[in-house]
């Protein structure tokens, strides 16, 4: 079982439709939670970071965390094209001298059609 | 502010070869990590570098090295090339403590 598995879409929305990208993993040790944005030939680009459970909002964007069920999501209200990107959950272990490594999800590509 | 800078943007190396990657990080940070993004897929973490040091390792084989400097830049060395290392090799830079990582847009490797 892959440490973190990520539907990996593609998935294609109209404009203004919400969107929503899910993870889900299998190391109890993770305490932060992120997504990046990945557009075609750049690197990624943080978009939420979140500690441990909960919601965070940052304008159209709110991330969830469920550690209960291992199981975060990324929510983008009134989607536009310039969304348009690979979206990449990834994760870290939080504890003192744990591992430093981001670990990445499969990213799930989206398309919005104006 | 300058964010992190990694050259070449793209490279072809002939199988057998060895090849180098740079990084500067980000202005203020101090440690860096190396990834690698094969097509379709999410990063893979080889190796990070705080203090000229490496911290941790991923699983990758020991033809990938890297190396810290003093100005906290960074590089990437793969010896012995194989198809297999086509990549898009990603640098992120963060400050040591904590976790924000801003990435680089990446080296494209191809192997031929």
């Known amino acids: 079982q892959k440490e973190v598995e990520q539907d990996p879409g593609p998935l294609s929305v109209p404009e203004g439709a919400i969107v929503s990208l899910n993870c889900t993993y299998s190391n109890s040790a993770f305490q932060y939670f992120m997504w990046y944005r990945q557009y075609s030939r750049k690197g990624p680009e943080l978009l939420m970071y979140t500690y441990s459970s909960g919601n965070k909002e940052d304008g159209r964007f709110t991330a969830q965390v469920d550690k209960s069920s291992k199981y975060i999501s990324l929510f983008i209200r009134d989607s536009q094209p310039s969304d348009s990107a690979t979206y990449l959950c990834a994760m870290k272990e939080g504890t003192q001298g744990g591992s430093e490594k981001l670990v990445f999800g499969k990213g799930m590509k989206l398309t919005v059609n104006p | 502010d300058a964010g992190v800078t990694q050259s070449p943007t793209h490279l072809i190396k002939t199988r057998g070869q060895q090849v180098t990657l740079r990084c500067s990080p980000k202005s203020g940070h101090d440690t860096v990590s190396w990834y690698q993004q094969a097509l379709g897929q999410g990063p893979q973490f080889i190796f990070q570098?705080?203090?000229?040091?490496?911290?941790q390792r991923g699983n990758f084989p020991d033809r990938f090295s890297g190396h810290q400097f003093p100005n906290y830049s960074s590089e990437l060395n793969v010896n012995a090339l194989l198809l297999g290392d086509s990549a898009l090799y990603l640098c992120a830079s963060s400050y040591a403590g904590t976790q924000g990582y801003t990435f680089g847009s990446g080296t494209r490797l191809t192997v031929v």
């Open positions: 570098y705080y203090e000229e040091e490496e911290r």
